[in-house]
């Protein structure tokens, strides 16, 4: 009997293990992804979160815990974000870890909670044009209308609120918005009007309040090719790195052999499409479409006729365009790219033209005087001195009769009549210089 009572004991032990471990490896298998939002929001950045987003749905993540802070960054990268977060099922955690201000602010918004640490700020999210001033009336009140559906698409914000962090004419004074300023919450404004859904001294606090501490905590970070690519996509880098091509390029091109401003500017361009190829704005086709260009633009230099060259050239700018994030931007930043080139050329004819080979094929550097013995046709000094009749008034060109031959002559100084004794006092070339005398003809 006793011997059926440990059995029992054991089968019951038994079943419980096997009930209980299930549970347990769910449990264990439940994943937060930790993922980072810091420095500038652009497209670079939104090929990282694209792939991490896209890992944490393979593994069937619980929870994705976007810990912000950032200064904000571009309106068409910060959408293309907020797509991405608005697109997953899995609940989303904005923990703002100091500052989500402009572009932050935004993605923040679309986040399903908000966590902020006791010294974070979120707003001051007016739109501003690349040169840095604000931007059109369009332009503004598409971002002020993106703000408020992006306080209404979660918690249901308040708008208002998104709308004076965007627009600095929205009157908040209770919070120091209006009259020119833009809103900025603390951590416990937020959390007062529903911006915030607590305030959390550190990440483990935030597990806590979100009840995720007993998950396991998947932090992703950027690869080395990812942190490039948000390097090189910037747009304020973007017309450096081309400017650094068009430069290297054309030193090259004016260099006997091929050395280092050659590798430099080919440089330039492969980081330019590496990182544009990783952040997912430029394809192998835009980069066939380069190689075909410079193909184009070499064979010039071989065919000619000029054509194969501008072709070259059409394809390469339209390859550098489409790799683009935007298309304005970077026309603009080719312009620049081309106004640093012209100046490298001006520069290198005006003081370097002479120590480089190919510039001397392509740009005549000499000059012909007659203080070095060069005249453009047969110089007739025999003809100093001699005596003639002015056939024409001298205005002061004309033509003298010396014995039976006509010549074009001017005058040395002013008007001389017709039939008038003139003495040939200097011959250049082909100018014939005259001055009148009282003195006879020679017969």
Known sequence: MRRWRILSYLLVIWMTFLLAFPLTSAYASSKVYHIPIHNEVERGLHAFLERAFKEAEE????????DIHTPGGFVNAAGDIAMLMDATDIRTIAYINKDAHSAGAFLALHADEIYMVPSGTIGAAAVIDSAGNAADLKAHSAWVAQMEAAAESKEKRDPKYARAMADASEDLPEFRAGKGKLLTLSASEAEEVGYSNGTVSNFQELLQATQLNGSDIVPVEPTFAEKLARFITNPIIVPILLSIASLGLIVELYSPGFGVPGIMGLSALGLFFFGHMVAGLAGYETLLLFIVGLALVIAEFFVPGGIVGILGGVLILLSLILAGANMMQMIIAIFIALVVAIIGMVILMKFFGKKLHVLNKL?????????????SNVNRTELLGKVGTTITPLRPAGTMLLGNERIDVVSEGGYVDAEKHVEIIKVEGSRIVVRQTEKEMEE
């Open 59 to 66: 593994n069937y993540a619980e929870a994705i815990i976007l």
């Open 363 to 375: 740009v005549l550097m000499d000059a012909t005087t007659t203080d070095e013995g060069y005249v």
